[in-house]
């Protein structure tokens, strides 16, 4: 268990809908980073949020938004959902702002778009 | 921005044998490079890592090399074992000012170990 927590663990929905996915990230972890990772695919790097601040962006679509929230916890919302975003979603979340040090990710969400 | 190449996409061995994973990199300022292994459903989890004022580290069967000249660094895998199946992934980040650095990862290795 790496302390990390992701809401929900699956999710099913139409195109057009729109979803928000949920990180709770580790006890004492101030740095929230978003990963997208569509069938045997690499890691994406989405977005970095840092004690309530972004702080470096991805190839983020402008479709997709998050936040972080004053109790570190961070969302990520997908809206206008197309069929190629299907994919594995990871939150990360790491001790110091940048990422020199280990990234612990959670279990992920999986978005099936049908 | 950072390009990170990783080489092989799948690579099979026998048990026992070693493997070996290449990357590439592009941006000379990077300066930490971490390995992840994520096995089948299941999250990336750290297994080593290397920073660019060091060439070589080593934990138990695994080790990384690092040739900043080149910009390129390696996973050695010895003596593996069937619970090393999984796939693997390098990473570099980008030394930007504190706070604003970005991980990029390579696109994976599938690595089998054939009993």
């Known amino acids: 268990d790496s302390g990390v927590t992701q809401t929900p663990k699956h999710l099913i929905t139409a195109t057009g809908q729109r979803v928000t996915l949920r990180c709770s990230p580790r006890?004492?972890?101030?740095?929230v980073y978003w990963y997208q990772q569509s069938l045997d695919q690499g890691l994406q790097f989405l977005i970095q949020y840092y004690n309530g601040e972004e702080r470096a962006k991805g190839n983020i679509l402008e479709r997709f938004s998050a936040q972080q929230f004053p109790d570190l916890h961070s969302e990520l919302n997908l809206s206008s959902l197309e069929l190629g975003d299907s994919a594995l979603y990871f939150c990360?979340?790491?001790?110091?702002?940048?990422?020199?040090?280990?990234?612990?990710f959670g279990e992920g969400s999986r978005l099936t778009v049908l | 921005g950072e390009n990170v190449e990783q080489h092989p996409s799948t690579l099979s061995v026998q048990e026992g044998d070693s493997a070996v994973i290449k990357c590439t990199y592009s941006?000379?300022?990077?300066?930490?490079f971490p390995w992840y292994k994520q096995e089948l459903g299941k999250r990336p989890q750290l297994i080593i890592d290397i920073r660019s004022n060091v060439g070589e580290k080593k934990d138990q069967r695994i080790a990384v090399t690092l040739n900043k000249t080149a910009k390129h660094f390696s996973l050695h895998i010895t003596e593996t074992q069937p619970e090393d199946s999984a796939v693997y992934f390098c990473?570099?980040?980008?030394?930007?000012?504190?706070?604003?650095?970005?991980?990029?990862f390579g696109t994976g290795t599938r690595l089998t170990i054939i009993p």
């Open positions: 006890s004492g972890d101030l740095s």
């Open positions: 990473a570099g980040e980008q030394d930007a000012n504190f706070g604003n650095e970005k991980l990029t």
């Open positions: 941006d000379s300022a990077s300066n930490y």
């Open positions: 990360a979340s790491s001790v110091v702002p940048g990422t020199t040090g280990e990234l612990f």
